[in-house]
């Protein structure tokens, strides 16, 4: 059996991300997508009150105290308990390794990434201080915390799973994203493990009618795969621990869902059964096939 990193250094290899299930999903603001251009090239999301910048004092203050000093610091704040709720949600309730969702202008455009660092408060150069002085502006919003984007360039609005739309409508700086994160995820992963559970998305991309007969040979081929690896080296797979997520629209994702997965130990025989499977049949086969080779024990 393998050691707990020796199994996600293989799931590396494979290129499967593994989604720890704690790993919270947030959609944070950007003033109307103003602030986006500088979280996004800058690699940073932030939240503003900048009169309130003590961490520590935020931290471990409770509610009420924050509100307070939110009344005292912007008293034209007609929602201060709102405003304390946002800003102690930044700085307690996130943490590294959870998913940010940030909307350009309209939303028109998400950039989608991970934090990377613990809250810190921005401190500018003597540059960024002389340009401040010359061109009139300021610098803001300098409560921060570090992300790197998981794609090469922001989502387009039209990519970006159906199901997620709603929360865009949500209300608040910071939204708690929880809900969304199997929409959030299948549209990032074509491939991921998140917990027990290994999900493999396949995008429907015609405008057309689905035929019944082309749904049937999908799912026909899912359990055909299985057989060709159970046969090749004896393996029993559970059939009954797959399940599909599908809103059988097109376009739109299909979802499969299985935890029956194969022991480790036949992790050897991976590059031989690529070989086979690329050679005689689909890539759907393979994507599935490669991923049946791995069995999670994490925790």
């Known amino acids: 059996m393998f050691s707990k990193d020796e199994t996600l250094k293989m799931l590396t290899n494979c290129e499967i991300p593994v989604i720890n299930p704690s790993t919270n999903y947030w959609f944070i603001r950007t003033n109307g997508g103003d602030n986006f251009e500088n979280f996004y090239f800058g690699q940073y999301v932030a939240i503003g009150w900048d009169k309130i910048n003590d961490l520590d004092s935020i931290k471990y203050c409770s509610l009420n105290d924050l509100k307070d000093e939110i009344i005292k610091s912007y008293p034209d704040d007609s929602k201060p308990g709102s405003t304390a709720s946002q800003i102690m949600r930044f700085v307690n309730d996130m943490k590294i390794g959870d998913y940010v969702l940030v909307p350009g202008a309209n939303c028109d455009r998400i950039a989608i990434g991970q934090i990377t660092s613990e809250p810190y408060i921005y401190k500018a150069s003597e540059q960024e201080r002389i340009d401040v002085m010359f061109f009139d502006g ?18 387009e609005r039209r990519e970006l799973d159906p199901m997620l739309i709603p929360i865009i409508y949500s209300y608040g700086t910071i939204v708690n994203a929880n809900p969304y994160s199997g929409f959030i995820n299948r549209t990032l992963y074509s491939c991921y493990i998140q917990g027990k559970e290994m999900h493999a998305i396949f995008d429907v991309t015609t405008t057309q009618n689905i035929a019944a007969v082309d749904l049937y040979n999908f799912i026909d081929s899912i359990f055909e795969s299985a057989d060709i690896y159970s046969e090749l080296y004896n393996v029993p797979i559970k059939k009954n621990e797959f399940s599909i997520k599908a809103t059988i629209n097109s376009p739109g994702p299909v979802e499969i869902i299985t935890c029956a997965l194969v022991p480790l130990s036949y992790w050897r025989h991976y590059h031989y059964l690529s070989m086979v499977l690329k050679q005689n049949f689909p890539l759907t086969y393979l994507m599935l096939l490669k991923v049946m080779l791995i069995s999670i024990h994490l925790d």
């Open 138 to 155: 300021e610098i803001s919003y300098l409560k921060r915390r570090n992300v790197k984007w998981i794609a090469n360039r922001p989502f």
